[in-house]
């Protein structure tokens, strides 16, 4: 994250620039299903409160309910002000003294949102957030996703002066890592007219040196003094200050470099193999406003479980999550919002259009972040047609042309029927041998495992694709919490299955990590599949929703901090 005058650093405090944290307590409201907010704000009572971050759809009263949640709090403020929303579901409307000043039309997005907010003093700040789903191709949510779509302000939410200089883009790209190169790129707007430079210190030392700018845009490389490589045994974070007109930015970053060759991942020019899981940022409690507390604690033990990486699956991660993932040094695959999607939605322009200014944003957003090393998209979208081809061109497009420095991906269930596979760096696969459509037995089959993805591995090592690295994306089995027998369901069926594939992949050469489903169970949709969703839950984690470990995260753990190396499998 950009911030004016201070580094980011998951704190809640007001700094020194007069950002006030509206994190704490809203007054609330909620107007059930089909009301429109229009007809009832002016008569609305305000009878509970609520917390923001949070979700109006865990409070005892709204439970899994779908409507308007209507926050509302004083904030004491005057003239142009700026207002940033970190993330909110499913869309949501602000009201200034009850004057509509702005739509947010996409979940988990930050948007920053700058107007006159009047006379210095005391006013009122409305947020409706609604989480009705809208059944129409250009939907970023549908219904049928399997994850749960969670109402409430979710993320943080801040308020400052509006300052005169605004960075849009600051992207500082490490070009030559080890000897300290770096590219620096930015975009102002505001009071830019006369502005002929920025001034850069690296890590608060040195003399500022100069970034020519021109209409408030600038480009140019720089040489981190005393550069120390970022890596996820050394997760070391430079900074940067960028003064322009008067205002300073300041930002994180790390020096190391991300690179496909010859069909493999390299990190800092050695040979990466990525072993982790996909972690939704849920919490049956509180939704996706998750505390720092547990997002430390489940990123922590990720690590001490000897795992290097998460797929941030499959939204756009918080400024939290990703700043922890910097400073623990765990890798991340960050993707825009999008599940399945298909032909309607894929050829729908307007579904199209979102999709490309969302993953445009989550990567001005995330450019920083030494730990993301991945970009996705458009998770199991049917680009087994045709007509999925322009859309992952150009989103493919607009990420290397924003940032080529990164390799971008999409999870696909098409497997051998993708139509898409050469429009990006990486092949990821999503698969689950043995437990969709597979023979049903009742033990897990390892054999089978093994073959399913041997034959993955074959179908990458096709000229076509040899060149491209091969990751397992997701991979997994249901495991319900306290069933034992070693049975499907049991939670050894589960270990045995996930056993099997990380011992495939350690061995593999081909293959360069999986991402396996899921680090914890998670809220999703109540369905009619019998392989899935039992009591609204997908259970595929190896942590329960609690994050009590099941026997797979035990065995796992054991496997690779290699307390049980030796052990050879049967
Ligand atoms: C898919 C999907 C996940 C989850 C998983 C499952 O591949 O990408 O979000 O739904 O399968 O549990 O079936």
Wanted: charged fraction near 25%; proline fraction near 5%; charge should be negative.
């Amino acid at each position: 994250m950009i911030t004016n005058s201070q580094f980011q650093d998951g704190s809640s405090a007001m700094n020194a620039n007069g950002r006030q944290d509206l994190s704490g307590l809203w007054d609330f409201a909620f107007l059930p299903e089909g009301t429109s907010l229009g007809d009832h704000l002016a008569g609305l009572r305000f009878e509970t409160l609520t917390v923001v971050p949070g979700c109006f759809d865990l409070m005892p009263e709204y439970y899994l309910r779908r409507g308007t949640g209507v926050y509302r709090r004083q904030v004491e403020a005057g003239g142009e002000m700026e207002l940033i929303s970190e993330g909110l579901g499913l869309r949501g409307e602000i009201h200034w003294d009850r004057q509509r000043i702005a739509v947010i039309d996409a979940p988990f997005s930050r948007r920053v949102i700058r107007f006159d907010a009047g006379k210095s003093g005391m006013h009122e700040l409305i947020i409706a957030v609604n989480n009705e789903f809208d059944d129409t191709p250009s939907s970023l949510f549908h219904r049928d996703y399997d994850f749960y779509a969670h109402g409430g302000l979710f993320r943080p939410v801040t308020l400052a002066p509006a300052s005169a200089i605004r960075a849009d883009e600051l992207k500082i790209i490490p070009l030559e890592p080890a000897e300290g190169t770096v590219r620096i790129t930015v975009r102002f707007s505001g009071k830019t007219a006369g502005l002929t430079q920025a001034e850069v210190r690296f890590d608060r030392q040195g003399e500022p040196l100069i970034l020519p700018l021109k209409d408030g845009i600038g480009e140019q490389v720089f040489q981190v003094p005393s550069p120390h490589l970022w890596s996820p045994d050394d997760p070391f974070l430079h900074t940067a200050e960028i003064q322009a007109g008067g205002e300073v930015f300041a930002v994180e970053f790390g020096l190391r470099k991300i690179e496909c060759r010859a069909g493999k991942l390299y990190l800092n020019g050695r040979p990466l193999k990525l072993i982790g899981c996909n972690r939704h940022d849920a919490h049956p409690e509180f939704g996706y406003a998750v505390p720092l507390d547990i997002r430390l604690r489940d990123l922590t033990r990720l690590k001490q479980a000897g795992m290097n990486c998460i797929r941030g699956c499959h939204y756009p991660q918080s400024e939290e999550v990703l700043s922890l993932c910097d400073r623990l040094g765990i890798l991340v695959w960050e993707e825009s919002l999008g599940w399945g999607n298909n032909e309607a939605a894929l050829t729908d322009p307007e579904f199209r259009a979102r999709q490309i200014r969302e993953t445009r944003n989550m990567a001005v957003k995330s450019v920083n972040h030494p730990s993301v090393i991945i970009w996705g998209f458009l998770n199991e979208a049917r680009t087994d047609l045709e007509a999925a081809r322009p859309l992952v061109k150009s989103l493919a497009e607009t990420l290397r042309e924003f940032d080529p420095s990164r390799p971008v991906t999409y999870g696909t269930c098409r497997l051998a029927k993708d139509v898409c596979l050469d429009l990006v760096d990486v092949i990821s696969f999503n698969t689950y041998p043995c437990w969709y459509g597979f023979d049903q037995s009742q033990f897990c089959n390892k054999d089978d495992i093994r073959k399913n993805l041997s034959e993955l591995v074959d179908f990458s090592s096709k000229p076509e694709f040899k060149e491209k690295p091969l990751l397992i994306s997701e991979i997994g089995a249901e495991a319900l919490p306290g069933i034992y027998g070693g049975q499907r369901w049991s939670e050894e069926y589960q270990a045995d299955l996930l056993e099997t594939v990380v011992r495939f992949v350690l061995d593999s050469d081909r293959c360069s990590g999986t991402f396996l489903w899921q680090y914890c169970d998670t809220r999703t949709f109540l369905s009619n599949a019998s392989q899935s969703a039992a009591g609204g839950f997908n259970s595929k984690g190896l942590l329960d929703r609690y994050r009590n470990p099941k026997i797979s995260w035990r065995r796992l753990s054991d496997l690779l901090t290699n307390k049980n190396s030796q052990k050879k499998e049967d």
